[in-house]
């Protein structure tokens, strides 16, 4: 199995950043990866995805402009730069891994593993 283990979460004012980053256990190539996130009492959401050579992203609307996917296949890890966030970024994010390099459908189905989530709490 892979296993994702993520770093990054924490407590910041609105308008300040974050960067979440996620290290897969290797070695694993031609993989997508994603970010999804999840509020108390809301479904789990889709944020980012990057494939395996880095050329396609996709976002969320809500975070256009704001969030910036990257990943770094030597350390087989990928990173959420956040930026400009707001009180409503406040969840649990989810690093996912995906053994299919695509991202065109920005659904749970897609990924086969999650790492454990860190915490986002965006103050106001």
């Known amino acids: 199995q892979v296993q994702l283990v993520e770093s990054g979460g924490g407590l910041v004012q609105a308008g300040g950043s974050l960067r979440l980053s996620c290290a897969a256990s290797?070695?694993?190539?031609?993989?997508?990866m994603g970010w999804f996130r999840q509020a108390p009492g809301k479904e789990r959401e889709f944020v980012a995805a990057?494939?395996?050579?880095?050329?396609?992203?996709a976002y969320a609307e809500h975070v256009k402009g704001r969030f910036a996917i990257s990943r770094d296949n030597a350390k087989n890890t990928v990173h959420l730069q956040m930026n400009s966030l707001k009180p409503d970024d406040t969840a649990l994010y989810y690093c996912?891994?995906?053994?299919?390099?695509?991202?065109?459908?920005?659904?749970?189905?897609?990924?086969?593993?999650w790492g454990q989530g860190t915490q986002v709490t965006v103050s106001s």
């Open positions: 290797g070695p694993y190539s031609d993989y997508a």
């Open positions: 996912a891994f995906s053994y299919r390099d695509r991202i065109g459908a920005p659904s749970t189905a897609d990924y086969n593993f």
């Open positions: 990057i494939t395996w050579n880095g050329r396609t992203t």
